[in-house]
């Protein structure tokens, strides 16, 4: 049972799980699916968004940037859009400061979107969001030109951008891996004078490339001789309108994935799941550890560049430990919170090794899952930026402290179905920042 409390909501474990979640669209594309409505000129049809508070930030901007945004249809934490824009060349400075809330992926992903753009923004959110680093996008942004001025010398919110047309084109190495910051280089270059390249050591999302080439926009890539992943698109370049539809979150496929391998009666379905190469690392590693999770591939309405999709059905599995290097937590960088649970049941040490990007999420969510885990009972050890823990142990049910972050909120509601006793999440309202209908489902699979 799951009840409303003072101190949160109180979990308490399940006898068994059965179902099929509502998932949310997936966030990242339903960010881009926006984004490059706004810059297309038309209309643009965008079915089955995720309606978490992140993608209402996004929709949000565009209205304020000069697009007209409706919502056609909305159940089950989806939503329809119909955006009309005046395309990317007859954009409306907006009067007031753009809201980006808790996202860090409208915040990044807007900053380069109006470097390229000859008009005044300013880019704010809450607290988490003013904290987190964005050197990162001013730096390169800079580099094409923008002029960006911001909080402690442009690293932090708020972002107050001047941009402008016929941006310098660059060759970026990005030292962390992150879609986020190879994302909004690209949407400077389409404003670019020329050939834009971002390198990566480790190939993130390529949801903004895909999405790209689908609106007849040319992007490249190509693997070098060390490994290192090359994304090329030469501005200046126009996206067309199109219509997309939005597959399931593989990253909020991710809890119940984890759900159904640790508890010990439980099959959970997850129809048309994104499994893109660079977002399905989450099942992969299940799998490494054990998991009964079946894949059928289904076909999806996006063409060559839409996303592989499949039906996903998990079942209780034995797990053991397993090692964790940093290219795979790149891979699967939101699904390492809840990875950390599987960890804790699985017999045997599991090591995350070189996770310090977690630290600069909507919270330190290395320090957020080692007080939480602890807290139940997990032998769970931090050393530097690596996380080992002792799984096995039976966990017991405790307070845990979601310090205000969605993903860290649905993993500990989670361990509760399979804890001893009481789970009270504090402060549980974070999960619709990506996945409003969380707790209905957690109810739901119960059932
Ligand atoms: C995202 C990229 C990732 C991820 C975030 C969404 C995106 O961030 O953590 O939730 O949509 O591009 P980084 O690029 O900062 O790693």
């Known amino acids: ?10 979990v308490r474990p399940a006898g068994r799980l059965r179902g099929t979640p509502s998932l949310p669209g997936d966030k990242s594309i339903s960010h881009r699916a926006l984004l490059l409505a706004l810059l297309a000129e038309g209309e643009s049809r965008i079915s089955a968004a995720g309606d978490g508070a992140d993608v209402r930030s996004t929709a949000g901007a565009i209205e304020a940037l000069g697009a007209r945004v409706e919502r056609l249809r909305e159940a089950d934490g989806r939503v329809d859009y119909r955006v009309t824009s005046p395309g990317g060349d007859a954009l409306t400075e907006p009067e007031a400061v753009l809201d980006c809330g808790n996202s860090g992926t409208t915040t990044r992903l ?15 959110g809450d607290a988490s969001l003013r904290r987190r680093p964005m050197a990162r996008v001013v730096e390169p942004l800079r580099a094409m030109g923008a002029q960006i001025a911001g909080r402690r010398a442009g690293t932090l919110l708020p972002l107050a951008v001047t941009g402008r047309t016929r941006l310098r084109p660059i060759d970026h190495a990005t030292p962390v891996p992150s879609a986020q910051v190879k994302s909004a280089i690209l949407l400077a270059a389409l404003a670019g004078d020329g050939e834009t390249r971002v390198t990566e050591a480790v190939a993130t999302r390529d949801h903004t490339e895909r999405m ?5 926009v040319a992007v490249d890539e190509a693997t070098r001789e060390d490994g290192w992943h ?16 939005v597959p399931s979150d593989p990253s909020a496929a991710a809890f119940w994935l984890v759900a159904g391998a640790i508890h010990p009666d439980a099959e959970i379905r997850l129809p048309a799941v994104s499994t893109n190469p660079t977002r399905r690392a989450i099942i992969d590693i299940l799998r490494r550890m054990g998991a009964s999770i079946e894949e059928s591939a289904i076909a999806g309405p ?8 499949a039906d996903l059905v998990v079942r209780s599995s034995e797990l053991r430990g397993i090692d964790i290097g940093p290219a795979e937590v ?17 017999s045997g040490i599991t090591r995350i090794r070189g996770a310090s990007e977690l630290r600069h999420k909507e919270s330190d969510r290395i320090a957020g899952i080692a007080a939480g885990l602890t807290a139940l009972g997990v032998d769970v050890r931090i050393a530097g930026d690596d996380i080992e823990i002792r799984g096995g142990r039976r966990l017991t049910g405790a307070g845990t402290e979601t310090l205000d972050d969605h993903r860290l909120a649905m993993t500990f509601a989670i361990a509760g ?31």
């Open 302 to 309: 996006g063409g060559p560049d839409g996303e592989p999709l």
């Open 330 to 346: 790149a891979a699967a960088i939101d699904e390492i919170p809840v990875l950390t649970l599987a960890g804790a049941v699985a």
């Open 230 to 245: 090359v994304v090329t698109l030469a501005g200046p370049a126009r996206p067309i309108a199109v219509d997309e539809t």
């Open 212 to 216: 790209l080439r689908a609106r007849s």
């Open 1 to 10: 049972m799951t009840a409303a409390s003072p101190a949160g909501i109180v």
């Open 417 to 447: 179905l399979i804890a001893e006793g009481e789970t009270v999440i504090d402060r549980p309202g974070s999960a619709a920042i990506s996945y409003p209908g969380f707790f209905r489902d957690l109810e739901g699979v119960r059932a």
């Open 110 to 124: 807007l900053a380069g979107l109006l470097a390229g753009r000859e008009l005044f923004a300013v880019l704010d």
